[in-house]
């Protein structure tokens, strides 16, 4: 049952990916969206809330796996890397689903996927719950990496995976940065 629902899901996902290509995200609609895959709304709404919800599952189901990785077998560096990689081979789906600023939008899922990421492992590392000011840092540190992303996103894309990973290590402020270093995420 749960790897029909699964591909029920991506053939939703790639309906709403096509339908990306000629109209933007706000302007289309869950008809749009279940046309496109050939399923009834019911089923549309049996899978996700809205299309913004159907957006942001799928932006999870390509990024999370490699953000797993941080301090098992990947940096952060590296998991920037794949997930702008992931971006990147995603093209026209991400640049249409970044230009949304619906308040279910992706730019906002990104920012608290990434945040609530960060805490659970920095608590799980450090077997204790973050200081306020790494948890100030952090929120900074992550809005501003969601912005430079989507930056380079709706800019075309044109720096290297690699450079604009590097450029948002980089960007670590340095006492997080410390942290980091301690419980070797980077």
């Known amino acids: 049952m749960a790897e029909k629902q699964e591909r029920t899901r991506y053939r939703l996902a790639a309906s709403i990916k096509e339908c990306m290509k000629t109209a933007p995200v706000d302007r289309i609609t869950v008809k749009d969206i279940v046309e496109g895959a050939g399923v009834t709304r019911q089923t549309f709404y049996r899978n996700f809330q809205d299309k913004y919800d159907l957006i942001n599952w799928y932006f999870d189901k390509l990024v999370l796996s490699c953000f797993e990785q941080i301090g098992v077998s ?32 992706l730019r906002e899922h990104d920012f608290e996927l990434i945040l609530r990421f960060y805490e659970e492992l920095i608590s799980r590392k450090t077997s204790r719950q973050l200081e306020e000011d790494i948890r100030f840092l952090l929120e900074m540190y992550c809005q501003g990496s969601v912005y430079m992303t989507v930056k380079w996103i709706l800019g075309g894309m044109k720096e ?4 604009v990973a590097r450029k948002l290590v980089e960007a670590i402020p340095p006492k997080l940065e410390t942290v980091f270093l301690d419980l070797g995420l980077l």
């Not at 990947?74 to 995603?90: A, M, N, Y």
């Open 74 to 105: 990947h940096t952060v560096g590296e998991s920037l890397t794949e997930k702008l990689k992931f971006i990147r081979e995603e093209k026209a789906f991400f640049m249409g689903a970044f230009r949304s600023g619906d308040h279910n939008s």
């Open 160 to 163: 290297e995976p690699e450079q």
